[in-house]
C-alpha cells in the first residue's frame, strides 16, 4: 500500500502542476449543465413535474455534468506520457507490485475527481440545488463519483497501455458519449421510449446516475443508491484486474 | 565465482501480422562481476531487446538469463533489487524536480521516508545536480537528464548497472562527463552493461565487449584481443580501429552503409 501512496501523491503533483488540463475538466460539463437547462428546463417547471422532487431541472441535469467531469481519464494520457517517455519503463524496473503502478494513478484520479465533484456541487448550491440526503449524502455522491472516475480512467489506461498512443486513448476516451446519452439523461427511465429504456437498462452508467440523483432528489432511497455503487465496485475491480494483468504482460 | 550477468541460448520473438520476427536467436553471455561490459550492434540488431529480457522489461522466449544470481524470469522482484537500469530514452518525470525523483525511486526501492532523502541528496551530489536539484526535469539539458537518469539507476546501490547508449545525442562535453561517472561507479564495485553505439566510448570504457547482429553474437573478447585477431587474420601491417572490428563483424563495408545511405535519399 505505502508504494501506492507513493505514486499516488506523484499523480496529485502531477496534476497540481498543469492546473492547464483542469481547465477543460470544470468548463466543459458546466456548459452542458447550463445549455441543456437552458433548453429544456421550461419543459420541466419544479411546481408540477413530480420527478424534480420540488427542486429545478437543474438538479436534474447535474449528475450527467458531474459524470461528464469524471469521464475525462486524464490518467491515461499522463500514463502514455510515461511510455512515450520512458518512464513507465523505470517504474516497471523497480521492486514495486504492478497493482501499485496501477492503483497509483488510479488513486491520484479518483482525489482529483473529488475535489472537481465537490466545485460543482459547490458552485451549484446557489442556484437553488440542495442536497436531499444531507452532508452524508454529499460525501457519498463524492466518493460515487470518484469512483465512477477511477474506472474510466482505468479503462482509458487499458486503451494506454494496448496502443501506447495519446492519439488512440484520446478517441477511445469518447466512447463515453454514447454511454452518457444512452441513459435516463433528459427524464427518468419510465418516460423513455421503448427502445431508449432497452438500452438505458443495459448500460451501467444508468445506475450510477440514478444513484447520484436520488442523493440529490431523494431522500435515503437504498433501491436506488445500492446498485450505483454495485456497479462502481464491480466495474473497478474489472479494471483493475484487467490493467494489472496488462502490465504483467506488456513487453 | 558467479558471473553478474549469465544469459544462455537466449531468444525474443515477436509476433506480427506479417510473421514472427526473431530479433534475438540464442544470444550466451556471461558478464564477470566488476567488469565494464560493451554490448554494441548496428541498429537493429537485437541490443536493446536483449537488455529489456536482462532487466525484466520484456519476457523471454526461450532460453535463461541469471542477473547478480538470480533468475530474471523466475524471481522478477528479486532481480529487480540487484540492478539499476538507465534505458536509451532517459526515464524521466518532466513534472518532477530531480529531488523528488530520487526520493520517489529511493522509496519505491523499499526505503523509509528520511533514508530516501538522504539518499537522494548523496546522489544529486554524486553527479553534481545540487544546484538543480529542486527545478522540474523538464528544464534539465540533456548532459543533466542523463546524469540524472545514472543517479535514479543508482538510489538501492545495485549490484550490476545496464545502461542503454547512455551517451546518444550528447555533445561531447557531456559525453565525458557520462564517461567519468560510469568509471566511478564502476570503481566502488558495480558492474556495468552498456550497450553503445559510439565504438570509440566501448574503447575507453569496456573491460570486455560483445557484438550482436541479427540477433547473434559475432564477436566477444576485450578491445585489444579484437583488434589483434582483425589484425592477424587479414594481415594487416597496422593496428585495425574498433570500427573496422565492428564492420568486419558485422559485414557491413563503409561502401554498403553509403550505399544504403543513398537508397534512403531516393
Known sequence: ?251 | MTAAVEAQRLVKHFGGRGGTVEAVRGVDLSVSKGEVFGFLGPNGAGKSTTVKMLTTLMSITSGTALVAGVDVAADPDAARRRIGVALQEAGLDPRQTGRELLVLQARLFGSPRGEAADRAQSLLELVDLVEAADRRIKGYSGGMKRRLDLASALVHEPEVLFLDEPTTGLDPASRLTVWDEVRRINRRGTTVFLTTQYLEEADALCDRLAIIDGGVIVREGTPSELKSQLRERQGLAYGPTLDEVFLDATGRTRERIEGEVQEVHA
Open chain 1, 1 to 251: 500500500m505505502s508504494d501506492t501512496w507513493v505514486l499516488g501523491q506523484r499523480g496529485l503533483r502531477e496534476t497540481l502542476r498543469t492546473p492547464d488540463s483542469l481547465i477543460p475538466t470544470l468548463f466543459i460539463p458546466v456548459f452542458f449543465l447550463v445549455v441543456n437547462v437552458g433548453q429544456a428546463g421550461k419543459i420541466f417547471p419544479s411546481g408540477t413535474t413530480p420527478f424534480l422532487e420540488g427542486q429545478n431541472y437543474a438538479a436534474f441535469q447535474l449528475p450527467s455534468s458531474l459524470l461528464l467531469a469524471a469521464s475525462f481519464g486524464t490518467a491515461a494520457l499522463y500514463l502514455v506520457e510515461d511510455i512515450e517517455g520512458g518512464y513507465f519503463d523505470k517504474l516497471r524496473a523497480a521492486p514495486v507490485s504492478r497493482t501499485s503502478i496501477v492503483l497509483g494513478r488510479l488513486v491520484a484520479e479518483g482525489a482529483k475527481n473529488l475535489a472537481i465533484t465537490a466545485v460543482m456541487v459547490l458552485l451549484a448550491l446557489p442556484f437553488g440545488i440542495s442536497i436531499a440526503t444531507g452532508p452524508l449524502g454529499f460525501v457519498l455522491l463524492l466518493l460515487l463519483t470518484a469512483g465512477w472516475a477511477v474506472v474510466f480512467a482505468g479503462f482509458m489506461q487499458l486503451i494506454a497501455l494496448k496502443t501506447r498512443s495519446a492519439a488512440a486513448t484520446n478517441a477511445g476516451g469518447l466512447v463515453f458519449f454514447p454511454l452518457l446519452f444512452l441513459t435516463p439523461n433528459f427524464v427518468p427511465r419510465d418516460l423513455l421510449t421503448r427502445p431508449m429504456e432497452i438500452a438505458a437498462t443495459f448500460n451501467p452508467v444508468t445506475y450510477i446516475m440514478e444513484a447520484m440523483r436520488s442523493f440529490i432528489l431523494e431522500d435515503w432511497t437504498w433501491s436506488r443508491l445500492g446498485p450505483g455503487f454495485a456497479v462502481v465496485a464491480v466495474l473497478g475491480v474489472v479494471m483493475v484486474v484487467l490493467n494489472v494483468r496488462m502490465i504483467r504482460t506488456y513487453d
